[in-house]
């Protein structure tokens, strides 16, 4: 062989052994890494398609559409434009053998329907997710029409179109796929922040202000994903607002992922009785800057970690029969016993799943749940979890849930609590009961699920 030729070998063996350790480097740092992968899609709709969330006059149509004018709205206006893109964002970890696909979407709800539909799809396609949660932000900017329910198309979402339907889970379900084929090894960590002043309750009482970031990044430090979790509703743009928009979430949600360069999920927590502190355009930009604050200071507070565990738990409870109270919708002085039963326009039983990634948990509420009872699932779970999201408006709509303290208070918020005063109780301490089931402790407390969810005749008042 000739000098040269050694010489070449020898370089390519040196080459070959370099790279050979810093792969073997790579692998050994991830031995205990986790599989993360994130995704950004379009929520693209059929043009007018009118908006969900609010039922004021001034998104209706004067009169139906009976003449078919609009082919995608009946009861209300369709939408104009597109004030800020629309977007599915789709976070999947996995821990072989457990997959998680945590989609948000730019929407004021989802119903169970949607969420089943979206896990058929995706075990079609293949995409192995033993675990699918959907949360909508709670914009009352996106689009309506989605939702197979002639009551609620009538109050709020107009009348149920197929085509919208199918457009939206197609978006949620390429999010999930592209996530899915991103994955390579990753670390994630939580964090806390405080968000002071950008919220206010509608029954007077305290607030939570806390704001939870769950940063995703390669070992090398790239950014994945950032899921942030805070209490707002989406109606700083208010029900003369026709163009389809993320509201103050999404601004916020878009703002940071310009920065970052990867998908940011918001997911909302317990905002049953939380309204924003402004509305209009002025106040999307302040709470939007706000926010995008808060967040960003999250994420560089997070310290992500190899060694994070994903694990799940899901329980389904039963529910009361649902009644309207006309004593809470019109007049205090109405007797309580005077309740409309609903029959079965609503579901019989709600769906909670909790999931730990780490030193962070997230439990999902199939609805709209007060403050103080998120409250109370996040101080039962402190000594377990560092973090706590309780992740509000997630994979089902089942109204809101009040304590049976204000239960009796007529308002809004008490209006729409179809199941009566005991169901938020029922839903926090399942809730609770998840979390302790997650983190393998016993749980020392004195009330139950059993009891605090035991309808039979006689328990409920």
Not at 241 to 265: F, H, K, Q, T, Y
Not at 331 to 336: D, E, N, Q
Not at 379 to 394: C, D, K, Y
Request: proline share 7%; with cysteine; glycine share 10%.
């Amino acid at each position: 062989m000739s000098r040269r030729a050694t010489l070449l070998a020898a370089a390519v063996c040196v080459l070959f052994a370099v790279g050979s350790v810093e792969g073997a480097g790579i692998r050994a740092a991830c031995t205990d890494c986790l599989l993360a992968g994130a995704a950004t899609v379009a929520l693209r709709v059929p043009m007018g398609t009118p908006l969900g969330g609010y039922g004021a006059l001034r998104r209706r149509l004067l009169l139906p559409d009976v003449f078919g004018r609009h082919p995608h709205a009946f009861w209300f206006k369709p939408a104009t434009t597109e004030r800020d893109p629309l977007k599915a964002r789709a976070l999947v970890l996995e821990v072989p053998p457990r997959r998680l696909a945590w989609v948000t979407v730019d929407l004021v709800a989802v119903d169970r329907a949607f969420t089943r539909e979206v896990e058929r799809r995706i075990a079609r396609a293949g995409l192995g997710a033993t675990t699918v949660i959907v949360s909508a932000s709670h914009t009352h900017s996106g689009p309506g029409a989605f939702v197979d329910s002639a009551v609620m198309g009538w109050l709020a979402m107009d009348r149920f179109d197929p085509a919208v339907r199918d457009a939206l889970a197609d978006a949620v379900v390429e999010a999930v796929r592209r996530a899915a084929s991103a994955r390579a090894p990753a670390l994630a960590g939580g964090a806390s922040v405080a968000a002071n002043g950008l919220t206010r309750s509608r029954l007077g009482q305290a607030l939570d202000p806390e704001v939870v970031v769950l940063k995703v990044v390669r070992p090398s430090g790239e950014p994945v994903a950032l899921l942030w979790n805070y209490a707002i509703h989406g109606t700083v743009l208010g029900p003369g607002n026709l163009r389809l928009s993320g509201d103050v979430m999404g601004v916020a949600s878009a703002e940071i992922e310009r920065e970052l360069g990867v998908p940011v999920l918001f997911v909302n927590g317990a905002v049953g009785d939380v309204s924003p502190a402004g509305h209009g355009e002025r106040a999307v930009a302040d709470l939007g800057g706000a926010l995008g604050a808060a967040v960003r200071a999250g994420w560089q507070r997070a310290h992500p970690a190899a060694g994070v565990a994903v694990e799940v738990a899901s329980r389904s409870v039963a529910l009361p029969s649902a009644r309207l109270s006309l004593r809470n919708c019109a007049s205090r002085w109405l007797p309580r016993f005077l309740r409309v039963p609903l029959g079965d326009l609503f579901s019989r039983d709600a769906e909670l799943v909790a999931v730990a990634a780490g030193d962070t948990a997230l439990v999902t509420i199939p609805g709209e749940l007060q403050t103080a009872l998120g409250l109370a699932i996040k101080q039962a779970a402190r000594p377990l979890f560092a973090h706590v999201v309780v992740a509000g408006v997630s994979n089902d709509y089942l109204g809101y849930f009040v304590t049976p303290e204000d239960y009796g208070r007529p308002a809004y918020v008490t209006c729409a609590t179809v199941y009566g005063p005991q169901a938020g109780t029922c839903l926090a301490e399942t809730a609770i009961d998840l979390l302790h089931q997650l983190h393998g402790s016993p749980r020392p407390v004195t009330r139950r699920p059993r009891a605090a969810c035991d309808f039979s005749p006689g328990v409920q008042r």
